[in-house]
């Protein structure tokens, strides 16, 4: 009995361990990891093997093959993509701490397979953070001629008037350019420095063959369109900091791009104007440049303007640099980031053919004479002892009136100016407040070859500047013939207590009511013509006191009357008074 009892166990645990195994086959091994997966699984194939004999298992192991072929396939290709694509294709890199990347993705916003991609990046700038290239689309925007209610609508929707762009999404995408195929692939990635983590990105563009020559082209046209579309503007770069970079890390940084402002437009003695006209036209000619390097000297030529703030200076670097088509650099030596290093660093990536306008060049270390240097730097030495002692933050070495606490030296400014890292065929425009504070060294030929002097307005300045207001420029309305923008012109005039014969006393403000907007816009212009303007402007002059005033402040003036000059010349008068009383308050302000 008991081996019988025995020999039944036995059975039983060999049913158990084949029952045991056939649940361990591999379509049940599958199932049973499917079933992890996808809860369900089981269910779904008993349902599917009962009801439609169907057998799920072999259908998944199916898709898992062919899963993993395909994986394995793809990798093969990727890698022996990676090795032969050297051989196959020409690749360029493109970086996003580059201007290129700009010029890149400025011409893709311009080509059809960017509007036709199903997977795209839309937004309303193409330039990189680390290169801004400053909003200047919106140029475009504005419309013509608008009337005033679109006008202020369009103010308000200023943000929803940007141009929108797109730019297909990350990953390669195929496109044909010039009768050949090309691969772009965008790639994103995380930009990491000392002091932060910033989104970064770098473009591939790829084509067939190892003739790297239709890539060069491809990137050659897009910087040319890049540029053509500032057509004849003046561009303008500062230099400054990128993003995640070191407040000391300056690179130049194309922040705006403007219509070239004419000569005329700028009030200066007509002799001064010529002269530096004259003399940057001829440095810039060819046979300069030869005539430079037959005679072994540096192919450079410096300027100074001088004068006070408000008079002029900036305003004729600017209209030189749309005048001779050239880029300006713009520093100033104020903004405390500008370092001996900084500086030497901008001034070493300067192209070739440029103004570079140095602002404010009585700043800080320059300032000081070489002597003055070492007493400046004693009595310096001395006070910070002195408030040490009495627990005091410690003494600006800069310079008295310096933003900048670090300043730059005199020797190493010079260094930088006329050193071996300063490119040649560059224009270097310095400005000063404070001629008479600056050392001599600064001031010899070479460094500076022409100096232009900036002057409080007299009689003729101040008429130049009233014609220069309201000289009805070329595309704006000359005469006005609509009624209503006419009457609305009058009663414009009377809501703001204007009377053609005197301004009303004791209303100050008056002088600072801008004018409701006329009812037409392309109507807005004045309906002088050119000889009563003159006549205007010399009655206007004739009230104006003779070099008391800065250009700045009297175009700050007639800016508030810019459609109605006869307002300007009625409260010419009032101006004065109230901008001396400013004036004395100011002095003893500072007093
Ligand atoms: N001589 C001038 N002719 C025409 N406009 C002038 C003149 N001087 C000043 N302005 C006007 O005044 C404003 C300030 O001028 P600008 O910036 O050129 O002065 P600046 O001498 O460079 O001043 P700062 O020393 O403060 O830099 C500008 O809008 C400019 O149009």
Not at 271 to 293: F, G, H, P
Not at 403 to 424: H, K, Q, W
Not at 530 to 556: R, V
Not at 578 to 589: I, P, W
């Amino acid at each position: 009995m008991g081996l019988m009892q025995n020999h039944s166990s036995q059975e039983e645990d060999l049913l158990a361990a084949a029952a045991m195994m056939s649940n361990h086959s591999l379509p049940a091994v599958i199932l049973n990891i499917g079933e992890t997966f996808v809860p369900g699984l089981g269910l779904a194939n008993r349902i599917a093997s009962s009801y439609f004999q169907i057998d799920l298992t072999y259908h998944i192991v199916v898709a898992f093959g062919a899963l993993a072929i395909f994986t394995g396939v793809s990798y093969v290709l990727s890698m022996a993509w990676d090795w032969l694509s050297p051989y196959i294709v020409a690749t360029a890199e493109i970086r996003y701490d580059d201007e290129i990347w700009n010029f890149v993705m400025f011409w893709i916003t311009k080509q059809k397979f960017s509007s036709k991609t199903t997977s795209f990046v839309a937004g309303v700038r193409t330039s990189s953070a680390y290169v801004w290239t400053g909003e200047d689309n919106d140029d475009n925007m504005e419309p013509e001629n608008e009337e005033p209610e679109e006008a202020e609508n369009a103010i308000k929707n200023w943000d929803k008037m940007k141009a929108i762009n797109f730019t297909p999404a990350s990953g390669r995408h195929i496109f044909w350019y010039n009768g050949r195929p090309f691969s772009l692939a965008r790639y994103r990635s995380e930009r990491q420095t000392l002091w932060s983590v910033s989104d970064s990105e770098t473009i591939y563009i790829s084509t067939l063959g190892r003739n790297t020559e239709p890539i060069k082209k491809l990137l050659h046209e897009a910087q040319m369109l890049y540029h053509e579309r500032d057509g004849g503007k003046t561009v303008i770069y500062r230099g400054g900091r990128q993003a995640g970079a070191s407040a000391e890390d300056l690179e130049w940084i194309r922040c705006l791009s403007r219509p070239p402002r004419p000569m005329s437009t700028v009030v200066l003695d007509q002799v001064q104007k010529d002269t530096i006209v004259n003399d940057m036209k001829e440095y810039l000619r060819s046979y300069t440049r030869k005539w430079y390097s037959n005679r072994g000297l540096p192919y450079r030529r410096g300027y100074l303007f001088h004068g006070p703030p408000g008079t002029g200076k900036t305003s004729l670097c600017f209209a030189l640099a749309g005048l001779l088509n050239l880029r300006i650099y713009v520093v100033s030596l104020n903004s405390k980031s500008v370092t001996e290093d900084s500086l030497a660093k901008l001034f070493s990536n300067l192209p070739w053919r440029c103004i570079i306008l140095l602002e404010d060049i009585d700043s800080a270390g320059i300032t000081a004479k070489r002597i003055e240097v070492k007493e400046e730097e004693e009595e310096s030495k001395e006070k910070t002892e002195a408030k040490e002692d009495v627990k005091a933050p410690s003494v600006d070495t800069g310079g008295a009136n310096s933003t900048n606490p670090r300043g730059i030296t005199l020797s190493a400014f010079l260094n930088i100016i006329d050193g071996v890292a300063s490119s040649e065929g560059r224009i270097l425009v310095m400005t000063t407040n404070h001629i008479e504070k600056l050392d001599p060294a600064i001031l010899r030929p070479g460094r500076v070859d022409v100096t232009i002097r900036f002057q409080f307005a007299n009689h003729e300045m101040t008429k130049g500047i009233f014609q220069a207001i309201y000289r009805n420029a070329e595309g704006e309305a000359e005469k006005v013939n609509d009624k209503d923008a006419k009457e609305n012109h009058h009663k414009n005039h009377e809501a703001n207590g204007h009377t053609h014969k005197s301004i009303s006393k004791g209303e100050k403000d008056e002088l600072f009511t801008p004018l409701l907007p006329p009812a037409r816009s392309k109507y807005r212009q004045h309906n002088k013509s050119e000889e009563e303007i003159e006549t205007l402007a010399t009655k206007f002059a004739d009230q104006m006191p003779l070099s008391e005033f800065t250009p700045a402040e009297i175009q700050g003036f007639l800016l508030r009357h810019k459609h109605d000059p006869q307002a300007a010349v009625d409260g010419v008068v009032k101006f004065v008074e109230t901008l001396r009383a400013e004036k004395e308050v100011q002095k003893k302000g500072i007093a």
